[in-house]
């Protein structure tokens, strides 16, 4: 009977958070908790049910002595929700704090229930987080944010280079953005940008993108883009901005997330 107890709280924090939700109420309201929504191909109410459903049926497991059947199923449970909290951790800087919750839940169950299995668990749950955090998956940030110019580049790139020092003469003020950062090329590829050096010209609601080296310093030799302010802060909700682009797909060196080098011409 004691070994009901956990998989009991479990399941009724787990229910109690589905109600919550059908009412419009969560019990975490972080943006943790909304990546983690947005990352799954259905409502995450289903995930409730699923849970819900695993802590019932250990709790069922539980009443009826199945100490092996209970000890394997709190483990596979164990290396599931390591899955969603590692994809979470990946993609984005605040987990889940209900997810947590959950899987604090689960370790203590199967700690409790076998600690030689629970010692075995470990290693694949570390490994899935090992196999998460050295994946090249775009995380949940804005890379333009404030008003200003932005550059897209390479450091072995040598229109990239070139670009760089034009700017620098002019004393035109912008922000470099690493081709190799994966939001960074992930943002370029998104628009069907294949090469670098991008410029990104950010004014209020309008964004214009002007893609290779000779487009870049035709555009600001003669229109040097205002200094940086610092007044601007946009809201995370407002509508999204449609760039306007201008692109000579013939120049450039090939956007990748490596250091890159091509000839210039």
């Not at 943790?32 to 929504?37: D, K, R, S, T």
């Not at 072995?156 to 994966?182: A, W």
Request: aromatic share 10%; net charge positive; with cysteine.
């Amino acid at each position: 009977m004691k070994k009901a107890i956990l998989p009991i709280m479990l399941f009724i924090y787990i229910v109690t958070d589905t109600i919550l939700k059908q009412k419009g109420v969560e019990l975490c309201s972080s943006t943790g908790c909304e990546m983690a929504g947005q990352l799954l191909k259905f409502d995450s109410l289903y995930l409730n049910y699923l849970g819900a459903f695993g802590a019932l049926v250990l709790t069922i497991l539980a009443l009826l002595k199945a100490d092996r059947l209970f000890t394997w199923l709190a483990a596979t449970m164990v290396i599931f929700e390591s899955l969603l909290i590692a994809s979470q951790l990946n993609i984005n800087p605040e987990v889940c704090k209900f997810c947590l919750g959950v899987y604090a839940f689960l370790w203590l169950i199967l700690i409790t229930a076998n600690k030689r299995v629970a010692l075995y668990t470990t290693a694949p749950a570390v490994a899935v987080f090992v196999a998460f955090s050295i994946l090249a998956i775009p995380k949940n940030k804005s890379i333009v944010t404030k008003d200003g110019l932005y550059l897209i580049a390479s450091k072995t790139c040598p229109h990239c280079i070139k670009t760089r020092k034009f700017l620098d003469k002019e004393g035109i003020k912008y922000k470099v953005l690493p081709s190799t950062d994966i939001n960074n090329f992930y943002f370029a590829k998104s628009l069907n940008i294949t090469k670098i050096p991008i410029a990104i010209d950010k004014k209020g609601d309008k964004i214009e993108i002007t893609v290779g080296d000779r487009e870049i310093i035709k555009k600001y030799s003669n229109n040097k883009p205002k200094k940086e302010t610092q007044t601007e802060n946009l809201s995370t909700q407002q509508e999204p901005l449609t760039p306007k682009i201008n692109y000579n797909s013939d120049e450039g060196c090939q956007l990748s997330i490596q250091e890159v080098s091509c000839d210039s011409k």
